[in-house]
């Protein structure tokens, strides 16, 4: 891989500005799983509806614009363009696109959160994949029922070649095609409120899971971040100073939107057992 | 202009599904002044503080990222981008860039906002613009200086050779580089709360407005959708049903954030006249 996130690359950081490191954990714990790159691109791709798309103008000079896109099952995305608009001519001229997924629950700082590259070529799909892609579009776009009929307007199906998914400011990695493709979107979606309800409600129980699961049985206090199908990431306190962020896992990955509930109920039974 | 928004060039509707339309304006008015396209463009770039860029690949093929950026004082955008990302990398290699800018605040359907799509390319400034352009890019995006220092980051001026702005559904424009050097953004800025507080709490001016100054002298109520240094945008029903957008003019352009209020106060005074 000749990624960025290669191990041996790293930013320049000019000498003697690197920081001291945070109190490491006092127990070893196997890793914790956490989404998967491919994974992650697919949860952005499924929650999301408006992307930017970077395609070649006539000079062969990079174009970005804004579309509305769905996504097929194997997380292929559908546009309806207009040869009016210039992507849309662009596309008749060039295939090659890319698309930019983000976060749209992102506050404040929008780097800070995940992102996602795709990388391919547009095609005019036939036969059941052009049925699939119009229906994907229509039950995701209901707007496009005001134009989806005009002559103007063309189906595109963007055949992923490469992915690139950003986390935040650090957490970033590329997955192939195929792995995208056969990674399923996070069924969890939006957890925001969920992380919020742990934190108001449940900070006894997040402090516990750090102290027995999280590798700080000198924790002091314990912040949810984020929560997806195989756990929960934690901001910890101890009297050494802050932590570096941990994560606790669940018995079993979440299946449904719903499962989250009881799979953090579990962890909490686990941590105070 | 070879542009999509031409005279005589519209989308390819199927015939006989053409909509009749909208009840005319009973007094005929001249023109009020809008925003230009480059100032849709300039006030755009001055509100937001995160794009998506477009780049160029190694082998060609367009790649779509999430960037921080800045403006100068001429709109140029800033960026400051790392070659450990494959668009600081794309960057070195070949300076053809576009940047979309997104109306930040667009609540549910996204495409229904304004965004404005820049091209041109993307140079390493020197001398006092590189002074002014690490100044911007240090006001506007203050988690840079945590990275700003590293070598593997480098400062970008756009340099805007084509413009394209698109205010919603059916509202596009082109704009040329100097127009858009040229043009201020709009002082008026996020008008959201202005807009939302006529509609709550003076309605009656409203309708004012739409009967005296809007055309339509048998207007039954009216509610503003938006507003600008140069005036209101109205939505006006008649008892001949819904009419089209119309929209009232300021007699002064506003100059200053807090100068919308003393303009629409005198709007409304005129009206009653």
Do not use: K
């Amino acid at each position: 891989m000749s990624d960025a996130s290669a191990p041996g690359i790293d930013h320049d950081v000019p000498a003697g500005e690197a920081a001291p490191g945070p109190p490491p954990p006092l127990v070893d714990r196997p890793p914790v799983p956490r989404r998967t790159p491919a994974e992650e691109a697919r949860t952005l791709v499924a929650g999301v509806r408006v992307a930017t798309l970077a395609t070649l103008s006539h000079d062969g000079g990079p174009w970005a614009s804004l579309v509305a896109f769905a996504a097929l099952p194997d997380g292929a995305p559908v546009l309806m363009v207009s040869t009016l608009a210039e992507h849309g001519r662009n596309l008749v001229r060039d295939p090659r696109a890319s698309l930019v997924v983000a976060d749209p629950h992102a506050d404040g700082d929008v780097l800070a959160h995940g992102r996602v590259t795709l990388a391919g070529r547009a095609v005019t799909p036939s036969g059941a994949e052009a049925e699939a892609a119009r229906a994907a579009y229509a039950a995701t776009v209901p707007s496009s029922s005001s134009y989806a009929g005009f002559g103007d307007f063309s189906l595109y199906v963007l055949r992923v070649e490469r992915v690139r998914w950003v986390g935040g400011y650090g957490r970033m990695d590329s997955a192939d095609a195929a792995a995208y493709a056969a990674a399923e979107p996070d069924p969890v979606g939006d957890a925001r409120g969920a992380v919020r309800h742990l934190n108001d409600d449940h900070a006894d129980a997040l402090l516990d899971m750090a102290r027995a699961l999280g590798g700080y049985p000198d924790a002091t206090a314990a912040t949810c971040t984020a929560a997806d199908r195989y756990g929960l990431d934690l901001l910890v306190q101890t009297p050494r100073g802050p932590a570096a962020p941990t994560r606790v896992g669940f018995a079993e990955p979440v299946t449904t939107p719903a499962g989250l509930r009881g799979a953090t109920v579990e962890l909490a039974r686990r941590a105070r057992a």
